[in-house]
Nanobody
Framework: HLVESGGGLVQAGGSLRLSCAAS????????MGWFRQAPRKEREFVAG????????RYADSVKGRFTISRDNSKNTVYLQMNSLKPEDTADYYC?????????????????WGQGTQVTVSS
Protein backbone atom coordinates (compact mmCIF):
# COMPACT_ATOMS: atom_id res chain seq x y z
CA HIS A 1 0.00 0.00 0.00
CA LEU A 2 0.93 3.70 -0.08
CA VAL A 3 1.45 5.98 2.91
CA GLU A 4 1.82 9.74 2.55
CA SER A 5 3.50 12.01 5.06
CA GLY A 6 4.86 15.51 5.32
CA GLY A 7 1.69 17.57 5.21
CA GLY A 8 0.99 20.39 7.60
CA LEU A 9 0.32 24.08 8.04
CA VAL A 10 2.59 26.57 6.31
CA GLN A 11 2.46 30.26 5.51
CA ALA A 12 2.14 31.47 1.94
CA GLY A 13 5.52 31.48 0.25
CA GLY A 14 6.76 28.60 2.35
CA SER A 15 7.75 25.06 1.43
CA LEU A 16 6.80 21.50 2.28
CA ARG A 17 8.06 18.14 1.10
CA LEU A 18 5.59 15.31 0.89
CA SER A 19 6.71 11.70 0.93
CA CYS A 20 4.92 8.59 -0.29
CA ALA A 21 6.26 5.27 0.96
CA ALA A 22 5.23 2.16 -0.95
CA SER A 23 5.09 -1.28 0.59
CA UNK A 24 3.97 -4.68 -0.59
CA UNK A 25 4.98 -4.08 -4.18
CA UNK A 26 7.99 -2.98 -6.19
CA UNK A 27 7.41 0.69 -6.74
CA UNK A 28 9.95 0.90 -9.56
CA UNK A 29 7.52 -1.06 -11.74
CA UNK A 30 4.88 1.63 -11.36
CA UNK A 31 4.50 5.17 -12.54
CA MET A 32 3.53 7.42 -9.65
CA GLY A 33 1.41 10.50 -9.30
CA TRP A 34 0.33 13.10 -6.84
CA PHE A 35 -3.22 14.37 -6.79
CA ARG A 36 -5.01 16.84 -4.54
CA GLN A 37 -8.57 17.49 -3.51
CA ALA A 38 -9.81 20.67 -1.94
CA PRO A 39 -13.16 20.87 -0.10
CA ARG A 40 -16.11 20.73 -2.49
CA LYS A 41 -13.82 20.23 -5.47
CA GLU A 42 -12.92 17.26 -7.62
CA ARG A 43 -9.65 15.46 -7.21
CA GLU A 44 -7.09 16.94 -9.60
CA PHE A 45 -3.74 15.88 -10.97
CA VAL A 46 -0.69 17.65 -9.57
CA ALA A 47 2.40 15.79 -10.81
CA GLY A 48 3.45 12.45 -12.25
CA UNK A 49 6.68 10.54 -12.75
CA UNK A 50 7.56 7.51 -14.85
CA UNK A 51 8.85 4.21 -13.47
CA UNK A 52 12.51 5.09 -13.78
CA UNK A 53 11.96 8.79 -13.22
CA UNK A 54 13.08 10.03 -16.60
CA UNK A 55 9.73 11.54 -17.47
CA UNK A 56 7.79 13.96 -15.33
CA ARG A 57 4.59 15.91 -15.86
CA TYR A 58 2.98 18.77 -13.95
CA ALA A 59 -0.29 20.58 -13.77
CA ASP A 60 0.02 24.12 -15.11
CA SER A 61 -0.92 25.50 -11.70
CA VAL A 62 2.19 24.06 -10.04
CA LYS A 63 4.81 24.20 -12.80
CA GLY A 64 7.98 25.90 -11.63
CA ARG A 65 6.97 25.56 -7.96
CA PHE A 66 6.57 21.81 -7.37
CA THR A 67 9.02 19.02 -8.15
CA ILE A 68 8.24 15.32 -8.17
CA SER A 69 11.04 12.81 -7.69
CA ARG A 70 11.50 9.21 -6.65
CA ASP A 71 14.06 7.04 -4.92
CA ASN A 72 13.37 3.50 -6.04
CA SER A 73 15.95 2.12 -3.62
CA LYS A 74 13.69 3.40 -0.84
CA ASN A 75 10.39 2.66 -2.61
CA THR A 76 9.51 6.31 -2.03
CA VAL A 77 8.20 9.19 -4.11
CA TYR A 78 8.49 12.83 -3.11
CA LEU A 79 6.74 16.08 -3.89
CA GLN A 80 8.77 19.18 -3.11
CA MET A 81 6.41 22.14 -2.91
CA ASN A 82 7.88 25.64 -2.93
CA SER A 83 6.32 29.10 -3.07
CA LEU A 84 3.11 27.70 -1.68
CA LYS A 85 -0.10 29.64 -2.16
CA PRO A 86 -3.39 29.52 -0.23
CA GLU A 87 -4.99 27.90 -3.28
CA ASP A 88 -2.65 24.92 -2.83
CA THR A 89 -4.59 24.03 0.32
CA ALA A 90 -5.98 20.51 -0.12
CA ASP A 91 -5.63 16.88 0.83
CA TYR A 92 -2.77 15.44 -1.19
CA TYR A 93 -2.85 11.84 -2.38
CA CYS A 94 -0.18 9.58 -3.79
CA UNK A 95 -1.16 7.07 -6.47
CA UNK A 96 0.48 4.27 -8.44
CA UNK A 97 -0.24 2.97 -11.93
CA UNK A 98 1.13 -0.01 -13.81
CA UNK A 99 1.81 2.24 -16.80
CA UNK A 100 2.37 5.92 -17.53
CA UNK A 101 -1.11 7.42 -17.47
CA UNK A 102 -1.95 9.92 -20.17
CA UNK A 103 -3.97 11.97 -19.70
CA UNK A 104 -3.32 11.66 -15.95
CA UNK A 105 -6.85 11.11 -14.68
CA UNK A 106 -7.57 9.52 -11.28
CA UNK A 107 -9.25 6.56 -12.95
CA UNK A 108 -5.98 5.55 -14.58
CA UNK A 109 -4.29 4.80 -11.25
CA UNK A 110 -4.52 1.45 -9.50
CA UNK A 111 -3.39 2.16 -5.93
CA TRP A 112 -4.03 5.12 -3.63
CA GLY A 113 -2.78 6.34 -0.30
CA GLN A 114 -4.95 7.74 2.46
CA GLY A 115 -3.85 11.34 1.88
CA THR A 116 -2.06 14.02 3.84
CA GLN A 117 -3.46 17.47 4.54
CA VAL A 118 -1.72 20.63 3.38
CA THR A 119 -2.94 24.00 4.60
CA VAL A 120 -1.40 27.24 3.35
CA SER A 121 -2.29 30.36 5.29
CA SER A 122 -2.30 33.81 3.73
Amino acid sequence: HLVESGGGLVQAGGSLRLSCAASGFIASRYSMGWFRQAPRKEREFVAGISQIGGNTRYADSVKGRFTISRDNSKNTVYLQMNSLKPEDTADYYCAAASRMVSPPTPGGYDLWGQGTQVTVSS
